[in-house]
């Protein structure tokens, strides 16, 4: 079985509650349990780059807000299990964690995010369980 997370935030790369130690910890305790799982995280501009080890894909089309922008993917071990950071900041106009406030337009934008994660999740390590 196959297991992929996809959230806002994880422990090492972004964290501001709960969330963040939990998506940080789940991959982990299942990866050495022995299941196939990986994380699909945003790259903020605050993730410490020290965390990525490889760019995977550097010019992927995704569906973002009504328009196809194209993002670049980063892989990363440093959660204690593999991590496929979407770095779209620039292309997909997006914020820092915590400081959107929750509007119609945000979470449209946050639901577009998620649909872009799903297109990078389907593209290139396909899960039977997707987690968001």
């Known amino acids: 079985m196959r297991v ?4 806002s ?6 964290k501001t509650g ?11 305790a299942l ?10 995280h945003p790259l903020y501009a605050t993730t410490d780059r020290r965390h990525l080890r490889e760019r995977v894909f550097d010019n ?5 807000l009504g328009r196809r922008r194209h993002v670049s993917v980063w892989f990363s071990e440093a959660a204690g299990a593999p991590a496929f950071l979407i770095d779209a900041a620039t292309a997909l106009g997006l914020v820092e964690i915590g400081s959107i406030p929750d509007t119609r337009e945000n979470v449209a934008r946050e639901t577009d995010q998620i ?5 990078v999740w389907e593209g290139f390590n396909p899960a039977s369980v997707l987690l968001a």
């Open 4 to 7: 992929a997370f996809l959230t």
């Open 9 to 14: 935030e994880a422990v090492p790369f972004a």
């Open 18 to 28: 709960g969330l963040g130690d939990v998506s940080g910890a789940l991959p982990k």
């Open 31 to 40: 990866v050495g349990a022995g299941v196939d799982a990986c994380l699909i």
């Open 60 to 64: 992927l089309e995704v569906e973002w």
């Open 115 to 119: 649909a872009a994660a799903l297109r």
